[in-house]
């Protein structure tokens, strides 16, 4: 899948990211995806339908989180 390409290529990169996602149509599986991305220092989910308790619990892995925005989800 597409996100799993991207996944791929950011874990490559040294530094912290800021990865914004707002409005799109991310699934369950596409957050646990993200697991691996630990340099993840903010995420911007706001608008997101569909993410529901089970992806954000994925989200605790992201150990070096300092900011998540979950605005307008279901």
């Known amino acids: 899948n597409v996100l799993a390409l991207y996944v791929s290529k ?3 990169q040294q530094g912290f990211i800021n990865l ?3 409005g799109s149509h991310i699934t369950q ?3 646990k995806s993200l697991q691996v991305l630990t340099t993840i220092a903010k995420l911007n ?3 997101c339908r ?3 308790d089970l992806g ?3 989200l605790t892995a ?3 989180l300092k900011n998540l925005n979950l ?3 279901d």
């Open 20 to 22: 914004n996602l707002s």
């Open 29 to 31: 599986n596409g957050l």
């Open 62 to 64: 992201l150990t070096n």
């Open 71 to 73: 605005n307008d989800i």
């Open 50 to 52: 569909g993410i529901h």
């Open 45 to 47: 989910l706001s608008g």
């Open 56 to 58: 954000i619990m994925y």
């Open 10 to 12: 950011w874990k490559e």
